[in-house]
Structure formats: C-alpha cells, structure tokens
C-alpha cells in the first residue's frame, strides 16, 4: 500500500530564517506531487506541483520554492521566511489510472509553521 | 481556469440531515470530488461524480448536475464526528493538472 510522509510535523521559525519541508511517498512510483497551504480556517492553496523528477510548475509568485530531486521525494524551501508564509503546509500525490477519467489525491498528515 | 463556490459555514443538529452545495465554473470538467478535513487533520477523499445523478456511499452521497455546474454532498444521520470542513473539487481535463478546491465549508454538528 502507498504511505506519504511528511516532516517535521511542527515548526517555529524566526522570521528571515530558511526554510526545509519533506515530503516522500511510498509504494508507488512516477507519482505527481504537490504542495499546498492552508492558513487558519481556510481553503487550500496550491503552491507547486510536479509530474515528474525535475519538473515543478509553481502556481503562486512567492519566496517559496520546490525541488524533487528523486522520484518520490518533493521538498519545499525558503531562503527567508516572511511572517506571512505561517501556516499549514499539506504534500500530496495522485496517479492517473490507466482507463479511468479521474484520479484522487492523498495528503500527508502536513506540517504546522509558525513563523515569529 | 476554474472556480469553485460551497457556503463558508452550516450547522445542523446531531441525527438530522444537512445538504452542502458546490457550483463551478470551469474551462473543462473531469468530474467533482468532495473531501474532508478534521481540525488539524489532512484533506481524505469522500466522493467523485463523472456522471448526473446521485452517488451513495453509508451515510454519505453526492449529486451532480453538469447542465447546471452544480453538485451537492448530502451527510445523513449526522454524528458530532462528522463535525469538519468540507471541500469540493473539480479538475480540468486537458493535461495532468492538479484538483482546485473550493474553500471549503465548515460543518458544526449540535446536540
């Protein structure tokens, strides 16, 4: 069965600090990933996606960046961080079945910034 | 693109029934999912509709009408733990793109 992982789970970060978040997923391969940001009782934003090792299409303009550097890893970066990038971060993946017109996505159990 | 519209909030009384409704507007239309998402939790999967009509699943079902870019998930016999926040969400079909998520409503299950 396919896992997805997520770490660290909480994080404290000055503001002006960099910023390293991990997502891996198990138990599949060739997976599209993706980041998202949910700040306090809000929708979910979609940050970045990838479709495969290397490709990254960013969605939102911001001191955020993505990188996967291996098939199943994606990982979510800052060089500084604003107070403004607090919030709860979510990794996902999905396949495309083959034959079938939908796919669902999986989260991970996300990671809680806090920037101050 | 698209877009995707749910009420920010409903409350209904434990047992009863309570209807949450998603229109979008989108370029194409692959089909519209509803998850759910427990505070502090992570978004699950609940339901899909690629067709018209009703989909049940327990307790649970979800309709869509694509003549009127509309769908609805239906929470039946509801429970305190079903108290969350409901998302829907549609995905275009050209290319390999990711869902967009309606901005949720927040479901409030009373005594």
């Known amino acids: 069965s396919q896992t997805i992982h997520q770490w660290p789970a909480t994080l404290v970060q000055p503001v002006g600090s960099p910023l390293s978040l991990e997502c891996t997923v198990e138990g599949t391969s060739n997976p599209n990933l993706y980041w998202y940001r949910q700040a306090a009782g809000r929708g979910l934003q979609l940050l970045f996606y990838s479709v495969g090792i290397g490709q990254i299409s960013s969605e939102v303009p911001q001191n955020l960046s993505a990188s996967r550097p291996q098939d199943r890893q994606f990982i979510l970066s800052s060089k500084k961080l604003l107070l403004s990038d607090s919030g709860f971060y979510l990794c996902?993946?999905?396949?495309?079945?083959?034959?079938?017109?939908?796919?669902?996505?999986?989260f991970g159990p996300g990671t809680r910034l806090t920037v101050t | 693109g698209q877009s995707l519209e749910q009420p920010s909030e409903v409350t209904a009384v434990e047992g009863a029934i309570v209807q949450i409704n998603c229109t979008y507007q989108?370029?194409?239309?692959?089909?519209l999912s509803w998850y759910q998402q427990h505070d502090g939790g992570a978004p699950t999967f609940l339901s899909y509709n690629a067709l018209d009509g009703l989909e049940e699943t327990g307790r649970f079902s979800s309709f869509l009408s694509r003549s009127d870019s509309y769908g609805y998930l239906l929470l039946q016999e509801l429970q305190m733990k079903d108290s969350a926040s409901y998302f829907c969400?549609?995905?275009?079909?050209?290319?390999?793109?990711?869902?967009?998520f309606g901005k949720g409503t927040r479901l409030s299950v009373i005594a």
């Open positions: 969400a549609v995905r275009d079909p050209s290319g390999n793109t990711p869902l967009v």
């Open positions: 996902a993946w999905s396949d495309i079945p083959s034959g079938r017109p939908y796919y669902e996505q999986y």
């Open positions: 989108t370029s194409g239309f692959y089909g």
